[in-house]
Every structure is written in structure tokens, then in C-alpha cells.
């Protein structure tokens, strides 16, 4: 398991201008919430969340942004990726009544999430913030699903008029939600924590990820809690006691990064 496994890539798809899916065959199970280890020949290797888990096939979402992902988006179907994992806990998911909140691309690691509390018969709330309309993906998806969707742009082109944690803020004061779980800029969680303070909360976190399974002590947080193994999932009582969170992160070399 901790060893890379090659596959083809079997289908690509283009969510926005920078946002892609590609999809893969690997048959073990997952978790909704859960990561895998990415590695592309010749560049880097990187976490990515599961945003498709069927029996079978498997998907990752994500934006280009760097060396890695920039190279990620430039596949096409038949090249090989390597695949570790899945690594990391994922949601627990229960209760009558969940609001999930993601914040841009968010929504790739939350979508399963949204699938599993569907099936289990939870009432499901989801909001998506992005900056724009056009960087909006899985609408559609969420919408199949049968949850509510309410969306939030920064510039008002698509939804509510503001960001995620504000129009968060104004469903939590009208609804009643037993559990709030959330992914996004660790900024806009921390917010939403502060305002969920009598809900059970968690929030999946992002560190620099180097093995992705719990010996390289790089993605620690806290008193010592690898976001890789004891996250990326966390909930509420563990981040009251977690520093770092919404402070700051550390970089490739351990140096800290104030958010
Ligand atoms: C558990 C987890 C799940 C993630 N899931 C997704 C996802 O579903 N979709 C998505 O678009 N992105 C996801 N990311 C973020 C993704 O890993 C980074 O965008 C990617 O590593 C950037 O690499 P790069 O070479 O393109 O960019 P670079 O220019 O090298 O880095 C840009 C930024 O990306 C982050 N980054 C770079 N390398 C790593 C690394 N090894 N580990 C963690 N962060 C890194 C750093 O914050 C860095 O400043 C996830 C990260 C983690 C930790
Ligand atoms: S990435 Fe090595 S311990 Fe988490």
C-alpha cells in the first residue's frame, strides 16, 4: 500500500478553465474524505482527495497551481500516474440534519461526503463558495444527489453575494444542523468554527505532505497529530486545542507560513 501503483489514466474531464477530473482504475475501498498520494513520472508526487469513489474506478479533482498539478493537467487518457494510498481518515458522517460548507475546490474532497449522507437518508445541506461563477464545479452533481445547494460568490456573478462562512452564518440562524463539516482555505474554516461554537464540527485540514502515511513527522500539527494519519479530519474538541489552526501552516524546509 505504500508503494506507488501505476495505472492508466482511463478519462479526463475539464470542470472549469483550471479545474480537471481524471479518473482511474483502483479497486480499494475508501472513505469519503480520505487522500490519496499522486505521483507523476518525472515531477513530484502529491496529496489529492477522492472526489469519485466507485467500486472500481476512482477520481481526483483538482486545480493547477504548480509544477505538479500544472504536469497533472496536461494527461490525457492512457498515461500513467502512480497511486499510494488512500491514506487519512475522512467525515464521520451522522446524525438528521448536515450542512456542508466547502470553499473553492473544496467541494472535490466533499462531494463523496454529500453521497454517503444522501444514501444514508440525512437531511443535506451544502454550500460552495468560489470566487466566481466560473470557477463553480460539481453543481450539477450535488444537485443529482437530491441535497439542497446554495452557492456564494465573492463577486456576487453566481448566489449569495459575499463569502462561504457569511452565508453560513445566515442558514445556521434560521435551520437547525446537528453537524457541520467543512473543507476549504483554513481561514474561512476557522471562521466557521468561531460561529458553530454549540454544533459538532470537523474540518479537513491541508499541511505539506511528504510519505502521506505518518513517519516523516512533516504534516504534524498541534502536540503532534499528523494531519496524514490522525487527519485530515478533524473535530471540533481536537482543533479547540490545535494552535496552528487558522495561524499558520509550515512549508516544504518546516518553516512557518502565517495564513
Ligand atoms: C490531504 C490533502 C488533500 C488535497 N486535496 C486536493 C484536491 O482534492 N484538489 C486540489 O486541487 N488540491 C488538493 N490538495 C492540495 C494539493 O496537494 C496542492 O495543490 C499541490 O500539492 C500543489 O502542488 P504543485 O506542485 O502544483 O504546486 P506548488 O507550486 O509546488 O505548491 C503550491 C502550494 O501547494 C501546496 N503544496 C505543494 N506541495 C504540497 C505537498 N506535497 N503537500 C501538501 N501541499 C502541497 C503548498 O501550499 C504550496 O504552497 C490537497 C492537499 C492535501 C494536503
Ligand atoms: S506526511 Fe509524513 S507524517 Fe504526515
Partial sequence: MNYPKVVKILETKKETL???????????????????????????EIPMSVSYIGDKIKGITFKRI???????FELKSGDKIGIRGPYGNGFEIHGKNILFVAGGTGIAMIAPSVEEAMKKDIKTTVLIGVKNKNELFFENRIKKYGAELLISTDDGSKGYKGVVSD?????????????????????MMKKLFEKSKNISFQASLERYM?????????????????VCNEGPVFDGKTLEKIEDFGIFKRDASGKKVIF
Fill in 210 to 226: 511528504k510519505c502521506g502515511f505518518g513517519i516523516c513527522g512533516q504534516c504534524c500539527v498541534g502536540k503532534g497529530l499528523r
Fill in 167 to 187: 452565508l453560513a452564518e445566515e442558514i445556521m440562524t434560521d435551520n437547525k444542523f446537528d453537524q457541520v463539516l467543512t473543507c476549504g482555505p483554513e481561514l
Fill in 66 to 72: 504548480g509544477d505538479a498539478t500544472n504536469a497533472l
Fill in 18 to 44: 483550471d479545474i480537471k477530473t481524471i479518473k482511474f482504475e483502483y479497486s480499494e475501498d475508501i472513505n469519503p474524505g480520505q487522500f490519496f498520494m499522486i505521483w507523476i513520472p518525472n515531477v513530484d
